[in-house]
């Protein structure tokens, strides 16, 4: 068996199911990573995941249900910026305009830490041939045109395509 595992290839498939700002870095992030290392990679994105494929990103960030979500002022001086404000999942449900001024803020820090955008992770991935494969279901779910998708998207499957690639895959994600 160990020598079976030694000689078996890297290999790695993941399910996308989240759109958000804060959940598209994790996947491109460990694909492109993968497939800079020459892991063969596939993407299965599905329900809000498969919004991550759409020409124009809009991508959101919202605090509620996340009590672990750091809150960082990214303007100010040193001091300011360093606080870790707990904000109460009221305040976040409550207060208008706080999904915006959340995904502002998160765009400025990624920014000022040099972090790359979701567009140039999915472009590297791309350009190191990770297959996305995107959920045929959910886009007929939802009512989206193909058009309204990068033309990159590998295929349009649904679950039972999806597995069988993970059963020949090393390392299988849920994202």
Excluded at 27 to 54: C, D, E, N, Q
Excluded at 85 to 91: A, E, G, M, S
Excluded at 109 to 138: F, H, P, W, Y
């Amino acid at each position: 068996m160990a020598q079976w595992e030694a000689e078996r290839p890297a290999s790695l498939t993941m399910m996308v199911t989240r759109g958000s700002l804060d959940w598209a870095y994790p996947p491109f992030i460990i694909a492109s990573t993968a497939a800079a290392m020459g892991w063969p990679v596939t993407m299965f994105f599905t329900f809000y995941g498969l919004t991550l494929l759409k020409k124009h990103l809009d991508l959101k960030l919202s605090g509620l249900g996340n009590p672990a979500m750091p809150m960082k002022v990214p303007y100010g001086p040193p001091w300011l910026k360093a606080v870790d404000w707990p904000i109460p999942n009221l305040v976040m449900a409550g207060v208008p305009g706080f999904e915006r001024m959340a995904t502002g803020m998160m765009q400025k820090t990624l920014q000022d830490k040099g972090v790359v955008s979701v567009e140039e992770l999915r472009a590297l991935c791309l350009e190191n041939d990770v297959r996305m494969i995107g959920c045929q279901m959910t886009r007929d779910l939802f009512g989206w045109d193909a058009a309204e998708f990068i033309p990159e998207v590998s295929e349009w499957a649904g679950a039972a395509s999806y597995l069988d690639i993970m059963r020949g895959s090393a390392i299988n994600l849920y994202m």
